[in-house]
């Protein structure tokens, strides 16, 4: 690549207007909008469907050509000086948790809107096509996993696989994508297997690192691993009055000490390992009968691979040792190894934060995002911004507005960048 | 009472049939049979109602006069010399738990029916009408709490109190009782008032210490006292990839701490202090999310007043001291102190155990029983008979024939002893 001869004059970076992000930051957020603040807009509801058409909008007001693929995934282009070349793709997600933020994937999309918008001011049209993208259903909160539709798009997962879950209330993700693209029949649907020639994305950091550091852009160094597992503690029911402590097999009494054991296990000093336990159940879960099973999950992550290795193949013998009179059993659901974006575009970003003097310093992502399935078929890389006490899938989730600004214009001026030099 | 010149004949428990009482105990498990042994007799239920026309024509057969209450308590009557004395009563429920034993609660009854049956072979009519009880809705596990009928019966609560409790389904005891009562117009009708001369109740005793002891009964010194507290434990929701160990506020976390040092706390080498977390509910409980809230219920029972007072009212500070970094609040919902039975019903037991033959110890009750209502309106004891492995509310509660003989028998002796001298 050669990247730095092109970069960091700021000729991009001076059209992006941090107003007029923040104002359709907070239009898009009256898609669901919730009484404290926060939005409602879960993956392919009606919220999504006029927030949808509301970026359709404004789109085609600055000239790009809308289109869509067969899992929802929405594309905005705008058309660069050699358009048969593989586009450069920047954007997020609009879908929320249910109880979800302003910022959380809307700021990505937007941020992604505010840099074509620059470029286009800037006069200059770019070698290659450049893309808005808003995936589909990044959350998972209504349709389990999330990140559906990056995974279809990237061919990890077929599309047939997610046609057939289902939300809470039995509705398909077929009959909720067919109910969507029949309301914007005026798109145009692309085929699946285009492979872009690059992507970026902009999200907040939803960790206080950055706040604290006092940093206005993170740059992604990568995604930590996850390994999840689900941790069954078989005792026996008993009468809360009669059995004595000595005869109990109680399960409640013999998972807390496993996950003390666990607790202890996975400390690290340097506070880097992302241990939970946020799923707790309990059976029968009646106050006065001893309990006879309790299911737990594991979510352990960790940016680096042998740690996560090592800890996570931890986990069962540690289980089973602590689990005093109670039988145990583990079994681990998920392994997604750690993964790092290229150092040919983080170093790209942080040249061009560097020129536009906006204070940034590397980060690791605990999160997972759509640049995780991205990652795996082209050069990918990730801009956090600080968002306030750390706070996201939360109706609190707040960022500053020079933060929003600062970390589009440097992805305003790394896509420029990307487009007419990779 | 002049009880001692009475006794310890056996003429009545030579009448005692343990064989009738065995086949009368398999024939009612018939309904709400389960498929592993057990029972589904919950209260007021279509299988409860069927059993109770089972009872009354088994009464009927032997010239007993049943009769029932607002509340559903079924009285079957054998008049006695002077019908217009109190009488005195033994039974004790047929209700059973959803996934419940044959002989929780319907030992009781069909043991004292098997008692009047001996008495009334015996030939000689007590001076005092000798009444078998089935209390309503011992169990509470359809419609919470227990011990309704005998509530109601001794004016612990009043009818009009528990005629809107509902079930899960939300059916009130109301139209179930006006269904059970409608179906059974053969049943004369009483009022509530009756002071009774005297009640006796022998059950199961839902632990292991007679069987351990190799004892066929437990003469019951009372019931231990029992305190319920509730604990809601508030952290934060945070994200379980982004927020680091140092900046949560794990509510889970927090409240396995509170639980442990609960257990320290309550720790009591002698093995006598009854304390259960039987409860424990997570929010939001999702595997990726730091949990904002777990709310859980302690279980506290000991048979000293002092004890109990002590180490529930030290209850709070503990949770206080153990909150790490959340907020936290506990709520005692009941308090019930211990009761002693009078000495002289368990002095007349014993005697009557000791001039059969029968082994006996003194127990204590770790369950509480309708016999807790009655203790309080007239003289009352309790008899206990081992249960294999101590195991109750379960499918696999077992009793042997020969314990159950040996208890009935006496019953049978306390009954027509009681029902001359009291």
């Known amino acids: 690549m050669a990247h730095q ?3 960091a004059k700021g000729d991009i970076a001076k059209h992006v207007s941090g107003a007029r992000l923040w104002n359709r930051l907070m239009e898009l957020a009256q898609f669901g909008a919730l ?3 926060g939005v409602n807009r879960q993956a392919l509801s009606g919220e999504e469907i006029a927030a949808r058409a509301c970026l359709v909008r404004w789109a085609k007001t600055i000239g790009l050509e809308p289109s869509t693929d067969a899992a929802a995934n929405l594309f905005l282009s705008y058309r660069g000086k050699e358009p048969a ?3 450069v793709l920047i954007g997020s997600h609009i879908d929320s948790q249910p109880t979800g933020g302003k910022f959380d994937g809307a700021l990505g999309v937007l941020a992604a809107l505010e840099s074509v918008e620059a470029i286009i001011a800037n006069r200059v049209r770019p070698r290659r096509t450049v ?7 990044e959350e998972g909160s209504r349709f389990a996993p999330g990140m559906m539709g990056s995974a279809v798009f990237s061919g990890a997962r077929k599309l047939s696989d ?3 879950v289902r939300d809470a209330a039995g509705v398909s993700v077929e009959s909720e994508l067919h109910r969507l693209l029949t309301a914007e029949p005026q798109l145009r649907q692309r085929p699946f297997g285009m492979k872009p020639a690059a992507f970026l994305e902009i999200h907040i950091e939803q960790g206080p690192v ?3 550091k006092n940093k206005s852009v993170g740059i992604v160094t990568g995604i930590q691993g996850k390994r999840t597992f689900r941790v069954q503690v078989d005792g026996e029911e008993a009468h809360a009055g009669t059995s004595p402590r000595i005869a109990r097999r109680d399960a409640l009494v013999a998972a807390i000490d496993v996950v003390h054991a666990l607790q202890n296990a996975m400390w690290d000093p340097e506070d880097v390992v992302r241990f939970t336990v946020g799923m707790f159940n309990v059976t029968p879960n009646a106050p006065s009968v001893v309990p006879a099973r309790v299911v737990f999950s594991i979510d352990l992550r960790h940016p680096d691979v042998a740690t996560l290795r090592k800890l996570g193949d931890a986990i069962p013998e540690v289980c089973q040792a602590a689990r ?6 583990v079994k681990e659901l998920l ?3 750690p993964l790092e974006f290229p150092k040919s575009i983080r170093h790209m970003i942080q040249s061009v934060a560097q020129a536009l003097g906006v204070s940034w310093m590397n980060i690791a992502s605990g999160a997972g995002h759509d640049a995780r399935y991205l990652h795996y078929v082209c050069p990918t890389g990730m801009i956090f911004i600080p968002c306030r006490n750390g706070i996201s899938h939360n109706e609190a989730e707040s960022v500053q507005e020079t933060h929003a600004a600062d970390g589009t214009r440097v992805l305003a001026e790394a896509t420029f960048t990307l487009a007419n030099t990779i």
């Open 162 to 164: 997610i046609l057939t």
């Open 335 to 337: 392994h997604d190894p």
């Open 131 to 137: 893309e808005i993208v808003a995936w589909m259903n």
């Open 210 to 212: 950055l706040e604290n």
């Open 85 to 87: 070349l593989p586009p």
């Open 5 to 7: 001869a092109l970069i």
């Open 35 to 37: 009484p404290k603040g």
């Open 324 to 329: 005093v009179r109670c039988d145990i059993s």
